[in-house]
């Protein structure tokens, strides 16, 4: 017998997640402020899995127990964020509702006519895993929690012309404010962070040593990420904070470092090497080794001659 994969629900408007949470309608057809407490549905099915066709940012009291990195534990009393785009798939354990707390919901097309509209999509920690959601300090608790109840009191206020540029203002603050959070994260992890930035470095070289490449081709960021257990986003984010430089551009770096290697030490063609460490096109290796060095492949062996 097959075993019963059920589907996620799927919600188009959040109306539709109002009406199953057990809420009453919402006072904005494409934005809503909803507090975890007035939650009277039985959420056991949603939890199971649900895409939303809409941007969700929730803030919860109490993330129940401690995130782990690295070999230590890290959690904030205080609270903290986790954000999700449109078109993911949600899912959380039975047993993860004893928080409080508040979700905004908004739909891509009440910021569609705003500069946030195409700019929200340089928020990456909208494709952060759960478990690198953002923890709050007290102070940035309070400067959440002010950004929540301005928009709460617009809508709750009498919808005017303004009122939906004053919300998409607070929702660009409230982006705003966890880029910054999300950057003093980072440095604050520092320790645990570090520590993924060595176990990154050992897994390319393992990937370089042991010719991965020949099999598949170049090493990917998304590779990296599945074999640290972070998101690529996330990891890409912190290491422009700790380095400076994206996680393409370490692996880019790890390559060079790898081509110099071969070009230095082998009688190799140029061709072969590119070949060797995961390139279709010889032209491709060419292209990549020069942006970073300045030099071509070959003129780069002959300045060992």
Same mark, same amino acid.
């Given at each position: 017998?097959?075993?019963?994969?059920?589907?996620?629900?799927?919600?188009?408007?959040?109306?539709?997640?109002?009406?199953?949470?057990?809420?009453?309608?919402?006072?904005?057809?494409?934005?809503?402020?909803?507090?975890?407490?007035?939650?009277?549905? =039985?959420?056991?099915?949603?939890?199971?899995?649900?895409?939303?066709? *809409?941007?969700?940012?929730?803030?919860?009291?109490? *993330?129940?127990?401690?995130?782990?990195?690295?070999?230590?534990?890290?959690?904030?009393?205080?609270?903290?964020?986790?954000?999700?785009?449109?078109?993911?798939?949600?899912?959380?354990?039975?047993?993860?509702?004893?928080?409080?707390?508040?979700?905004?919901?908004?739909?891509?097309?009440?910021?569609?006519?705003?500069?946030?509209?195409?700019?929200?999509?340089?928020?990456?920690?909208?494709?952060?895993?759960?478990?690198?959601?953002?923890?709050?300090?007290?102070? #940035?608790?309070?400067?959440?929690?002010?950004?929540?109840?301005?928009?709460?009191?617009?809508?709750?206020?009498?919808?005017?012309?303004?009122?939906?540029?004053?919300?998409?203002?607070?929702?660009?603050?409230?982006?705003?404010?966890?880029?910054?959070?999300?950057?003093?994260?980072?440095?604050?992890?520092?320790?645990?962070? =570090?520590?993924?930035?060595?176990?990154?470095?050992?897994?390319?070289?393992?990937? *370089?040593?042991?010719?991965?490449?020949?099999?598949?081709?170049?090493?990917?960021?998304?590779?990296?990420?599945?074999?640290?257990?972070?998101?690529?986003?996330?990891?890409?984010?912190?290491?422009?904070?700790?380095?400076?430089?994206?996680?393409?551009?370490?692996?880019?770096?790890?390559?060079?470092?790898?081509?110099?290697?071969?070009?230095?030490?082998?009688?190799?063609?140029?061709? #072969?090497?590119?070949?060797?460490?995961?390139?279709?096109?010889?032209?491709? *290796?060419?292209?990549?080794?020069?942006?970073?060095?300045?030099?071509?492949?070959?003129?780069?062996?002959?300045?060992?001659?």
């Amino acid at each position: 017998m097959k075993p019963d994969l059920k589907q996620p629900i799927i919600f188009n408007s959040i109306s539709e997640l109002h009406t199953a949470l057990g809420l009453p309608k919402p006072l904005h057809p494409l934005l809503s402020l909803v507090d975890y407490s007035h939650i009277t549905a =039985n959420v056991t099915e949603l939890s199971k899995g649900m895409v939303l066709n *809409f941007y969700k940012i929730s803030y919860k009291k109490n *993330f129940k127990g401690k995130i782990k990195y690295g070999q230590s534990y890290y959690d904030f009393d205080e609270g903290g964020l986790s954000f999700i785009a449109p078109n993911q798939v949600i899912t959380a354990p039975e047993d993860d509702a004893d928080y409080g707390g508040y979700t905004l919901l908004f739909h891509p097309d009440f910021i569609r006519t705003y500069p946030l509209g195409s700019n929200i999509k340089k928020y990456g920690f909208f494709s952060y895993s759960l478990n690198e959601a953002l923890y709050l300090s007290d102070k #940035e608790k309070e400067i959440i929690i002010n950004i929540f109840t301005t928009i709460q009191n617009e809508l709750s206020g009498s919808i005017d012309h303004f009122s939906q540029d004053i919300i998409v203002s607070q929702l660009e603050q409230l982006l705003n404010y966890s880029n910054r959070f999300y950057n003093r994260q980072f440095i604050t992890r520092k320790i645990p962070n =570090n520590d993924l930035v060595l176990k990154m470095e050992t897994i390319l070289s393992d990937y *370089f040593n042991t010719q991965k490449t020949l099999l598949n081709g170049l090493p990917t960021v998304q590779y990296i990420s599945d074999k640290l257990g972070v998101s690529s986003r996330y990891l890409s984010d912190m290491l422009r904070a700790h380095t400076g430089q994206s996680a393409q551009q370490h692996i880019h770096n790890k390559l060079i470092e790898e081509a110099k290697e071969v070009l230095s030490t082998t009688n190799l063609s140029i061709a #072969e090497i590119a070949y060797k460490l995961g390139f279709e096109h010889p032209q491709s *290796f060419n292209k990549i080794f020069k942006k970073k060095t300045t030099v071509s492949p070959v003129e780069f062996r002959q300045s060992f001659n």
